[in-house]
């Protein structure tokens, strides 16, 4: 199995803009995750899905933040509009299932860099 | 709820030497414990879980860790340090009931010197 794959790598956009981030997650895992991480905060819980289905969004930071799971095999975080605070590397993950006792495997992340 | 502390967010060692580091955990059910170990430009890699089978489990790479609940801790050991070790390392807790929602700690960077 390729992973987790995550798309773009490598994200520059100038503030306002709409940035969507995508992620495929490791067929068969039954949940995933978005993360945040930066240096002042770590990593965060930004949302999470079981069998498709939205089970935790209180780490959202705000409305301008919005993620869709349409299928098993696709997933985006979309960020409208997009602010200078948002800098960050996002990343997906996924785990075999609910429950976590599998672990998770992440993706290589998306460096989003808004100006 | 559950928490997870890492103590020390920077960990030194010489190659060759024991590396060891710290993590204590908070949770109101029995929990699951992981390791990861996180590489400069990559994600978080697995390495190794504690899901209340054997308290001493061992991953990859050479490393191992205890879980001991009298302690609450998940501490990480590897006994002699390659200078491919040096990255960041992050302990997660997630709580049986909790449907697969792992909390991480701060983090630990480990700098392998020669």
């Known amino acids: 199995d390729a992973g987790v794959i995550q798309s773009p790598r490598h994200e520059v956009t100038e503030m306002g803009q709409e940035v969507t981030l995508r992620c495929k997650p490791i067929?068969?895992?039954?949940?995933l995750f978005w993360y945040r991480q930066t240096m002042m905060r770590g990593l965060e819980l930004l949302i999470y899905?079981?069998?498709?289905?939205?089970?935790?969004d209180s780490g959202m930071p705000e409305d301008r933040f919005s993620a869709k799971m349409p299928n098993a095999s696709f997933s985006t975080l979309k960020i409208q509009p997009s602010e200078p605070r948002d800098s960050a590397v996002y990343f997906c993950?996924?785990?075999?299932?609910?429950?976590?006792?599998?672990?998770?495997?992440f993706g290589s992340g998306t460096r989003l860099t808004v100006v | 709820a559950q928490s997870v502390t890492q103590l020390g967010s920077h960990v030194s060692v010489s190659e060759g030497a024991l590396v060891l580091l710290r993590c204590n955990y908070s949770s109101s059910v029995p929990p699951y414990l992981f390791w990861y170990v996180q590489y400069p430009n990559q994600g978080l890699q697995l390495l190794l879980k504690y899901t209340s089978a054997a308290t001493l489990v061992k991953g990859i790479n050479g490393f191992e860790a205890e879980f001991k609940k009298s302690e609450t801790s998940f501490h990480l050991t590897k006994p002699s340090a390659h200078m491919s070790d040096a990255a960041e390392y992050f302990c997660?807790?997630?709580?049986?009931?909790?449907?697969?929602?792992?909390?991480f700690g701060d983090g630990t960077t480990l700098t392998v010197k020669p």
């Open positions: 997660a807790v997630s709580e049986q009931t909790n449907a697969g929602k792992s909390t």
């Open positions: 899905f079981n069998n498709n289905v939205p089970i935790d």
């Open positions: 993950a996924s785990s075999l299932e609910a429950g976590g006792a599998s672990g998770y495997t």
């Open positions: 067929s068969g895992h039954n949940s």
